[in-house]
């Protein structure tokens, strides 16, 4: 089992920045990809980006040059730094984790979820 919880959500500026955190507990995290993914009110959850063990990551185009997601293996912990937020960005923001086989951006493949954060951006 693996518990996942986020925090550094807010509401900012189109413009501004966050940072997410997401602390993981439990399994080998070295062992785990770890992703975020994002939800609006009445839309279908969807990837943001992906970070394995190795250092490797993968976006979505949405979010490719203005997000970056990092881990540290040591602390077990997984951030989604955000850059130039615009308004369309404003979702909860769920952390992920599943075992580092193959890769899939379908969350419904992800295992562990956290409880999600609040990002909101104003126009």
């Known amino acids: 089992q693996v518990q996942l919880v986020e925090s550094g959500g807010g509401a900012v500026q189109a413009g501004g920045s966050l940072r997410l955190t997401c602390a993981a507990s439990?399994?080998?995290?070295?062992?785990?990809?770890m992703g975020w993914f994002r939800q609006d009110p009445g839309k279908e959850r969807e990837f943001v980006a992906i970070?394995?063990?190795?250092?490797?990551?993968y976006y979505a185009d949405s979010v490719k040059g203005r997000f970056t997601i990092s881990r540290d293996n040591a602390k077990n912990t997984v951030y989604l730094q955000m850059n130039t937020l615009k308004p369309e960005d404003t979702a909860v923001y769920y952390c992920?984790?599943?075992?580092?086989?193959?890769?899939?951006?379908?969350?419904?493949?992800?295992?562990?979820w956290g409880q999600g954060t609040q990002v909101t951006v104003s126009s």
């Open positions: 992920s984790a599943r075992p580092a086989l193959g890769h899939t951006v379908n969350p419904e493949q992800w295992n562990y």
């Open positions: 439990g399994r080998t995290f070295g062992s785990f990809a």
């Open positions: 970070a394995w063990s190795g250092g490797t990551t």
